[in-house]
Nanobody
Framework: QVQLVESGGGLVQPGGSLRLSCAAS????????MGWYRQAAGKERELVAT???????NYADSAKGRFIISRDNAKNTVYLQMNSLKAEDTAVYYC???????????????WGQGTLVTVSS
């Protein structure tokens, strides 16, 4: 099995920063794209940022200029550096990975369990 484990969420004041991490572990695999999504209370899950295997990035308009997505392929980990946080950033943040399982060459999409980010004074 392959699993993703997020960490780094918590309570932060407006204008503050948090760094989320998501590490993949389990069966031998090769990760393609990874991303971060979020879901606020009463709202649909939305894309925050993605990063491809070659390092190309994509951000939601709400995240541009404030958030930075990065990855460490050696550690099978994706990060989301969140700066200048706003109350509207409050949500459960989920990491996602598309990967190739090398035991049978099946493509899998895996989601983490989510980590709560609360931005409040």
């Amino acid at each position: 099995q392959v699993q993703l484990v997020e960490s780094g969420g918590g309570l932060v004041q407006p204008g503050g920063s948090l760094r989320l991490s998501c590490a993949a572990s389990g069966s031998i695999f090769s990760i393609n794209a990874m991303g971060w999504y979020r879901q606020a209370a009463g709202k649909e899950r939305e894309l925050v940022a993605t990063i491809g295997s070659g390092g190309s990035t994509n951000y939601a308009d709400s995240a541009k200029g404030r958030f930075i997505i990065s990855r460490d392929n050696a550690k099978n980990t994706v990060y989301l550096q969140m700066n200048s946080l706003k109350a509207e950033d409050t949500a459960v943040y989920y990491c996602n990975a598309g990967l190739l399982r090398l035991s049978d060459f099946r493509y899998l999409e895996v989601w983490g369990q989510g980590t709560l980010v609360t931005v409040s004074s």
